[in-house]
Nanobody, 123 residues
């Protein structure tokens, strides 16, 4: 059983940068693909970025490509989401999720979820 705890979300201005962290415990972190999702008010949850178990492969949603960077430190059991040039439309609750095996875009395939961290971007 893996527990995930996100942190780092807060209120920022448009154009600011922010780094989210997701700390994992209770499992072998390096055996899990990790993905950041987000859910904006009134919208469905969507994939933001995903990273392979070793960290060498990443994918991004078109909306964040070039602005966000996902990374992981398997020695620290932590995955990060570095966000640059934030926009009001990035406002959402950000969740990290873990999946044993290769990374995949399908939300239903993720076994473990954090509680989420709120990111609010004011214009």
């Amino acid at each position: 059983q893996v527990q995930l705890v996100e942190s780092g979300g807060r209120l920022v201005q448009a154009g600011d940068s922010l780094r989210l962290s997701c700390a994992a415990s209770g499992g072998t972190f390096s055996s899990y693909a990790m993905t950041w999702f987000r859910q904006a008010p009134g919208k469905e949850r969507e994939v933001v970025a995903t990273i392979s178990r070793g960290g060498s492969q990443t994918d991004y949603a078109d909306a964040v490509k070039g602005r966000f960077t996902i990374s992981r430190d398997n020695a620290k059991n932590t995955v990060y989401l570095q966000m640059y040039s934030l926009k009001p439309e990035d406002t959402a609750i950000y969740y990290c999720a873990a999946r044993s095996g290769p990374r995949i875009w399908l939300e239903k395939e993720y076994e473990y979820w954090g509680q989420g961290t709120q990111v609010t971007v004011s214009s």
